[in-house]
């Protein structure tokens, strides 16, 4: 097999990789390559999101990824020639407890601080007049923004791939990086099942098995997959499908419309780190339980067990991202460890990333914040919100 030559190897096809491909492409570096092993794209992560954005988030970093990519998605068509199917249908918190108000509270003045002009804090009043299907007794207030809403993962990484490669990226899929190599000057070339490529300059956006292309370049990554479980109900028409996505905060459940039906969440805290993608139907009793408390009508919903299914979120130990170089393998990039925002977090990653490898540093955010060093210098962070 002949050797290829890239200027930039992406290891992983998903939202994040096809994001840089097209960031990277955009700012004119052209021969860049997208390494995939499974035959189509979004098998990962990606196609198995709930789609979910938003910019209500407690630390500065989360919060300037959401400003460059919700307005991205806002935008997304017009740009890039694809839908990215966003729906500004909002995100609503519901506050139980003062500690969840003084939170939103804390979050909020953090977020107009940063420039976000679409979040506000919410009277109970307010959630009872626009949601009367709330069980309310507990409420004490809460928190909404407009421009929090869903996107379609899938259409959005098809987009940004199909644009990518019309500037000048390919896709290699079916194909799988099996080693990375390295010399004195650092990463001099990818390893994979279709032969040798030559680069100075390799991304890693494998999601969930990041730690394992890390070690390839001799890097040991903090991300664990664990595995999320969603339930899509059947039609229903007795809870409004204008609503936003709406999380109890008393239990972390939270819901969105979908179809003709609802897409039901849950954080399960029982659940173990690993590749486990197998759905649990003992699940759909427990987040029924949750649902039926907070939305008294879901006591009718109907669920169809094959419909639903289990994804893995890539998490680290500060449920933050990790971005950009690694200082002690020069040309080696990370893109990884999204703890559940992977997708509303792309267009910005795709930015940074870009940016970091072209001129070294990127003004969108702080960068320096979810470098992997961090970790070593023992700078982590704390975001309390994971969904
Ligand atoms: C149930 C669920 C709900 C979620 N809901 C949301 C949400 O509402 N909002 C949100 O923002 N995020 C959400 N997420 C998280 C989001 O889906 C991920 O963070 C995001 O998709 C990560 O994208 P990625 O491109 O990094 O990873 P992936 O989409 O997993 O892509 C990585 C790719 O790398 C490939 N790969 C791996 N190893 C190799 C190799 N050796 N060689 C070649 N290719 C390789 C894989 O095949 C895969 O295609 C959710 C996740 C799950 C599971």
Redesign the pocket.
């Known amino acids: 097999m002949a050797t290829t030559t890239a200027e930039v190897v992406i290891?992983?096809?998903?939202?994040?990789?096809a994001s840089i491909a097209w960031h990277l492409t955009s700012a004119g570096c052209k021969n860049v390559l997208i390494?995939?092993?499974?035959t189509a794209?979004g098998?990962?992560?990606?196609g198995?999101?709930?789609?979910?954005?938003r910019a209500q988030f407690a630390t500065p970093v989360n919060i300037q990824m959401s400003l460059y990519s919700i307005p991205f998605y806002a935008r997304f068509d017009e740009v890039l020639g694809h839908p990215s199917e966003y729906r500004p249908q909002g995100y609503m918190f519901l506050a139980t407890k003062q500690a969840h108000l003084d939170y939103l509270r804390a979050n909020f003045e953090r977020q107009k601080s940063l420039g976000l002009t679409t979040a506000r804090l919410i009277e109970t009043q307010e959630i009872v007049d626009r949601l009367p299907q709330l069980r309310h007794d507990d409420i004490l207030g809460g928190s909404f923004c407009s421009t929090d809403g869903f996107v379609d993962?899938y259409s959005v990484m098809t987009g940004f791939t199909a644009c990518a490669t019309e500037q000048g990226a390919t896709l290699w899929k079916n194909t799988?990086?099996v080693g990375i190599t390295r010399d004195q000057q650092g990463i001099s070339g990818v390893e994979t099942t279709r032969g040798t490529v030559s680069t100075r300059r390799v991304v890693n956006?494998?999601?969930?098995?990041a730690a394992q292309?890390a070690r390839y370049a001799g890097v040991d990554l903090p991300v664990e997959p664990l595995r999320?479980m969603?339930v899509p109900s059947e039609p229903f028409d007795a809870f409004p499908h204008s609503a936003p996505m709406v999380i109890d905060m008393s239990t972390g459940f939270h819901f969105r419309p979908e179809g003709r039906g609802f897409l039901l969440a849950w954080n399960d805290h029982e659940e173990k780190t690993g590749l486990n993608t197998n759905f649990d139907p003992a699940f759909i009793e427990k987040i029924l339980t949750h649902a039926a408390d907070r939305v008294p009508v879901f006591e009718n919903l109907a669920i169809n067990p094959k419909r639903a299914w289990a994804?893995?979120?890539?998490m680290t130990p500060d449920h933050h991202c990790i971005l950009g170089p690694v200082k002690a393998v020069p040309g080696f990039y990370l893109a990884n460890g999204?703890s559940?925002?992977?997708?509303?977090?792309a267009p910005a990653t795709g930015k940074i990333v870009s940016d970091l490898i072209l001129h070294g540093h990127t003004e969108i955010a702080d960068a320096h914040a979810v470098a992997f060093e961090r970790f070593a210098e023992g700078r982590l962070l704390h975001e309390t919100a994971v969904l």
């Open positions: 290891i992983g096809g998903g939202i994040a990789g390494v995939e092993r499974e794209q098998k990962g992560s990606t198995k999101s709930m789609g979910g954005v993962p799988e990086v956006a494998a999601g969930a098995w292309i999320r969603l994804g893995l979120y890539e999204f559940g925002h992977g997708v509303m977090h």
